[in-house]
């Protein structure tokens, strides 16, 4: 599986973009890159994921550099129900399909009033 | 996406007993995978649960004391034996659907072990 490193913590204040930073630096050209997110006692929240072009949905966006070594998770409008730990993860796929998901330490992401 | 059951959300058990976790999805599942998460820790994959074979374990998880079943595409179980204050976690069980689609997971269950 492909490393991830995320910064332990950041501070956004609400209303504000929240721009969470991964690299992946030895990412293989077929894995994805996949974000998740846990709110303190419930299990991980799917929040996107992508290869290598830029994915937007009702959550997030997504952005991967052009070389795939980086990508960026942006909550345009954090709330304080955005505060989360957040875990950028590149997907190993198993012989056969289906996604075994290697979890790092994340980014703890407290946004203020 | 899948809705995922968890059964119990919390446990307290005794040292030395076992606890065996529920985990019931709402759709036919092919993969399922059970996680566990110790306190102030990330999540760590335990092994990968197939419908019609045995379970597929990470290092430094073992069948005896994790054994598990998969008797259909909507269930399984993970039972954790033979327990030790140690093996106090929040233990997750999760699903995926296909080939790139994402996991998702149930709420956990929460075992204390006194």
């Known amino acids: 599986d492909a490393k991830t490193t995320q910064p332990p913590s950041m501070d956004c204040a609400e209303g504000r973009a929240a721009n969470l930073p991964c690299n992946h630096s030895?990412?293989?050209?077929?894995?994805?890159v996949y974000w998740y997110r846990q709110i303190h006692s419930q299990g991980p929240q799917y929040i996107i994921h992508?290869?290598?072009n830029n994915e937007t949905n009702e959550m997030a966006s997504l952005i991967i550099t052009e070389d795939r070594k980086s990508s960026t998770l942006i909550l345009p409008h954090a709330t304080l129900r955005d505060t989360a730990v957040y875990y950028c993860?590149?997907?190993?796929?198993?012989?056969?399909?289906?996604?075994?998901?290697?979890f790092g330490t994340g980014t703890q992401l407290k946004v203020e009033l | 996406s899948a809705v995922i059951s968890q059964k119990p959300s919390r446990d307290i058990c005794q040292r030395g007993t076992s606890l065996t976790i529920q985990c019931q999805v709402d759709?036919?599942?092919?993969?399922m995978f059970w996680y566990r998460q110790q306190p102030g820790q990330s999540l760590t994959l335990i092994a990968t649960?197939?419908?019609?074979?045995?379970?597929?374990?990470e290092s430094g998880f073992v069948i005896d004391k994790f054994p598990i079943s998969r008797p259909n595409l909507t269930f399984s179980t993970l039972t954790v034996s033979n327990l030790s204050p140690e093996d106090s976690s929040i233990y997750l069980c999760?699903?995926?659907?296909?080939?790139?689609?994402?996991?998702?997971f149930g709420n956990g269950t929460r075992l204390t072990v006194t």
């Open positions: 999760s699903v995926v659907g296909g080939y790139n689609s994402p996991l998702h």
């Open positions: 649960a197939n419908q019609g074979s045995e379970a597929t374990y």
């Open positions: 030895t990412i293989s050209g077929n894995e994805y």
């Open positions: 759709s036919q599942v092919t993969m």
């Open positions: 992508g290869l290598k």
């Open positions: 993860i590149v997907r190993v796929a198993l012989t056969g399909g289906g996604n075994k998901l290697t």
